[in-house]
């Protein structure tokens, strides 16, 4: 496997050794860490349930401190941290087996984009750059406690959010609904309902990542072990008569008809009745080669324990692609991201639906890479659909500040090896923000989240369509945010309606417990024709 040089790891790996990041990267994927957050006294979170062991112990005990240093601005020496106890003291020394002035320069790099300022003034005639949105409505949950990941995951369709909270009760999980109030997304609000899976347990960490369609809602599980540990499943819920309102069960617990210890099925996407899954850890082609599976809703709907009706793999699969570790659906066409394959660079994978529908074993229709991709930029990392265009996020890319890429379907169709028709970045871009690490379309936009920049860059559709090099038309950030809060570590977009989520925001002091932010965009800049179409989940969204 091709390693990271101590001194290139980007963002996304801080992620992975924080936790949010499940199979990604085997070598980094079973580290716990005690959060600057948490007293010393209290044990360190368990580590990541998975038998992908670390042969590289001083690498993940520096990343481990680097993931508290990336979340919390590192004082002046002798500063006091109000509201917060203290970070851990890093600078006095480089961790084994790193060179002192490696670790230095991570530092200063770390440092510097921490100060860096966020936002930008909108001015009239545009010289400062693109305006700088805050959100409409905020969202947390009723019950929200210290380290939960509220926002980890977030999906919208229509009037109904969804975001996950990972950590939830001892990490077995859960997701909460927030349905749009009358007077619509504003202020403070809580969910109306909450999910759990009825045989959730501790670790399982339901709620990882979360999908919507229309009165649907797919939930994974990484961790849950139906199939061996850590195999992992996903959980629908369909919208009761009452609507949605209290706690609330699964309908129906997908699984793939092969899963295994370590495959990780969890990634969701969800198009009216079909829903897909991704099982990076799957071992087809080689150990954490990935697959993807697909599930059609039966003629009696879903209820009870269903498998798959078609297994994705690449034609190319090989060991550590991480193929599914993202996945996304529009209609009839589904996206799959595979951020390990080739020196992870990545590249992502395009299936059309067979004339004889989702059946069997199959290999793509197209392959998707960046024209400039690079070794570890972990292109396909996220990946999002709607209609005839694709894009994926690449957060490691250009210096880890981060790209990602739009690739329209050619007139002959999605078929071969193709490159992008436009890339987008940030104009206020700076190393480490991680630019990509989410992404979504709907119509004639684009969000991308910068988890490290705790932002999201909103992109319209040129009049020359996408096409070239393309900065943002918009910033989105918190009124209340911090740097440390994460805002963009996921993102999702349905029609006007924008949501990112913030899993390290505050609710009360120094908790962490996660916050959601719902935007507004005007409805005319959306569609071609000022209407939405008529797959109501023509957007997608993934997370890393």
Known sequence: MTRHPLTLLGPLAILRALGKVEVARPELVSVGHVPPDEPESEPPRAPLRTGRASPAAPALAMLAVLSAVAAHPIPAAGAEIVGRSPAPEVAAGAPEGLPPEAWEAMLRRIRADRSAPRGRPHVADGTDGAPALTEDAKLTASDAAQNDDLGASV????????????RDDDDSGSAYVFVRPVGGWTGALTENAKLTASDGVA?????????????????????????????????????????????LTEDAKLTASDGAEDDAFASVAISGDTVVAGAEGDDDSGSASGSAYVFVRPVGGWTGSLTEDAKLGASDGAADQSFGSSVAISGDTVVAGALGDDGFSGSAYVFVRPVGGWAGSLTENAKLTASDGAANEVFGTSTAISGN??????????????????????VGGWAGSLTENAKLTASDGVAMESFGTSTAISGNVVVAGAVFGSSAYLFVKPVGGWVGSLTEDAELIASDGDPADQL???????????????????????????????FSVPPSEIFDDGFESGDTSAWSQTVP
């Open 155 to 166: 999906a919208v369709s229509g009037i109904t959010v969804v975001v996950g909270a990972f």
């Open 203 to 247: 670790g399982d960490r339901f709620g990882r990542r979360v999908a919507i369609s229309g009165d649907t809602v797919v939930a994974g599980a990484p961790f849950d072990d139906e199939n061996g540990n850590s195999s992992g499943s996903a959980y629908v819920f369909v919208r009761p008569v009452g609507g949605w309102t209290g706690a």
């Open 389 to 410: 265009v694709v894009v994926a996020g690449a957060p490691d890319a250009d210096g880890f500040s981060g790209s990602a890429y739009v690739f329209a379907r050619p």
């Open 488 to 518: 963009g570590f996921s993102i999702a977009i349905s029609g006007n309606t924008v949501v990112a989520g913030a899993p390290s925001d505050d609710v009360n002091p120094g908790d962490a417990s996660g916050s959601a932010y719902v």
